[in-house]
């Protein structure tokens, strides 16, 4: 079907906010973990499978479907204003980035050096700035699409860039799981044009992973971040030797 790509997205966000994992299906279905997690990565399922999920879920199937509605028509992109109110508290742009990842209540208090109560107090701004809706037990119900993104030249990418950057390239980038390259060449436009095509895909399975991750348990994810920059350019040093 048409839909199978958001339908199984909406699911798995369904299944985060109740805390279930993707062991809890596997029992539910009677398949190993395995099998379970290849068929959310395939987005593999049959209308069969989707009735039984939604049974462990105790919801029908066109509740998915109204929350994928839903989810179809929430913010992929915050106003300056909202994103310069970010960058004024790091406490508050701290909550944002890990809510933004999936980040539960319980979640944020176990690992952050932040009180019951002032994570509830900026979790209360995050939904005044229409990022989450806080829910009873303060319990935290994303407003923004899987499509979301910071702005293009906004705050958020300024204060990354005078303030994180640096830090993120302190790095000898020796592990297995890290990559750095700097391949230089001189391309056409046409060329150009091809390999920034092949980025933004590459950019859009780190959001499609992120996105088949959210359903694991917060210890069985870690933080990683994706820095890629790409254009015609000519070293000022170099610039300089030109006749």
């Given at each position: 079907m048409a839909q199978t790509n958001p339908i199984v997205t909406t699911l798995k966000s369904i299944l985060k906010s109740q805390g279930l994992t993707y062991r809890d299906v596997a029992q539910a279905l009677e398949l190993s973990e395995a099998s379970v997690k290849r068929l959310f990565a395939e987005q593999n399922l049959s209308l069969r499978r989707l009735d039984q999920i939604c049974q462990l879920l105790e919801i029908e199937i066109s509740d998915v479907v109204k929350q994928m509605e839903l989810n179809q028509q929430q913010l992929s992109e915050l106003t300056l204003e909202q994103e310069q109110e970010l960058v004024t508290d790091i406490k508050l742009l701290l909550l944002a980035h890990v809510v933004i990842n999936g980040w539960q209540f319980e979640d944020i208090v176990s690992l952050y050096q932040l009180t019951e109560a002032e994570t509830i107090r900026y979790l209360a701004k995050l939904d005044r700035l229409k990022l989450i809706e806080l829910l009873p037990k303060n319990?935290?119900?994303?407003?923004?699409?899987?499509?979301?993104?910071?702005?293009?030249?906004?705050?958020?990418?300024?204060?990354?860039?005078?303030?994180?950057?640096?830090?993120?390239?302190?790095?000898?980038?020796?592990?297995?799981?890290?990559?750095?390259?700097?391949?230089?060449g001189m391309l056409s436009a046409s060329s150009r044009e091809q390999f920034n095509r092949r980025i933004k895909q590459l950019v859009q399975d780190f959001h499609s992973l992120n996105e088949q991750d959210r359903a694991l348990p917060i210890e069985e994810r870690f933080s990683c971040s994706l820095f890629l920059a790409f254009r015609a350019w000519r070293p000022d040093v170099f610039e300089k030797m030109l006749r």
């Amino acid at each position: 079907m048409a839909q199978t790509n958001p339908i199984v997205t909406t699911l798995k966000s369904i299944l985060k906010s109740q805390g279930l994992t993707y062991r809890d299906v596997a029992q539910a279905l009677e398949l190993s973990e395995a099998s379970v997690k290849r068929l959310f990565a395939e987005q593999n399922l049959s209308l069969r499978r989707l009735d039984q999920i939604c049974q462990l879920l105790e919801i029908e199937i066109s509740d998915v479907v109204k929350q994928m509605e839903l989810n179809q028509q929430q913010l992929s992109e915050l106003t300056l204003e909202q994103e310069q109110e970010l960058v004024t508290d790091i406490k508050l742009l701290l909550l944002a980035h890990v809510v933004i990842n999936g980040w539960q209540f319980e979640d944020i208090v176990s690992l952050y050096q932040l009180t019951e109560a002032e994570t509830i107090r900026y979790l209360a701004k995050l939904d005044r700035l229409k990022l989450i809706e806080l829910l009873p037990k303060n319990r935290i119900k994303l407003k923004i699409s899987s499509k979301f993104a910071w702005r293009s030249g906004g705050p958020i990418q300024k204060f990354f860039t005078q303030y994180l950057l640096d830090d993120f390239l302190k790095s000898k980038f020796e592990r297995k799981d890290e990559s750095f390259m700097f391949p230089s060449g001189m391309l056409s436009a046409s060329s150009r044009e091809q390999f920034n095509r092949r980025i933004k895909q590459l950019v859009q399975d780190f959001h499609s992973l992120n996105e088949q991750d959210r359903a694991l348990p917060i210890e069985e994810r870690f933080s990683c971040s994706l820095f890629l920059a790409f254009r015609a350019w000519r070293p000022d040093v170099f610039e300089k030797m030109l006749r």
